[in-house]
């Protein structure tokens, strides 16, 4: 955290000027007009204007049903994600905007699945056999995409990302 102290602080100038925050208000009429905050606001649409259609496809394009088949609900999938839930679209235009303000816009996307138990078959359970646990099944699974604040993203220092041995978010 140390090593990234003085970008945090350029940052914080930089958001300070977008938001036009601490500026001296003049008297004489004369107005002053934030080009920083309008250039961003034009940006950051014409960076991310609307969902990317996902594209699966196998690598080879062998006769294979199974592997055609399984591209098709790979693609399926990730449609409904993109475009039924709001998370995305949210975190993406948050990460374009960071990207121009910051110079780092950063997503996360976690894996959450969920289990319902399972109710074991009724059997003659004897002194000498221990009663199992009810069983997990899964039930559904879903991919949330955070958004992660510049303040709460970090990672080792490198000079390139290959480089980067560690990354963790607040």
Known sequence: EREFKKWEERNRKIIRRYRDEGRDTRTDGASKFNILWSNVQILVPATFARIPQPDVSRRFRDQDPVGRVGALILERGLEFEVQHYPDYRDTMTQCVH???LGGRGTAWIRYEPHFKEVAAPEVQITEDVEAEAPEEQLDYECAP??????KD?????ARTWEEVTQVWRK
């Open 98 to 100: 960071d990207r121009f």
């Open 153 to 157: 993203f970090g990672h080792s220092v």
């Open 145 to 150: 995409v955070d958004y992660v604040h510049w």
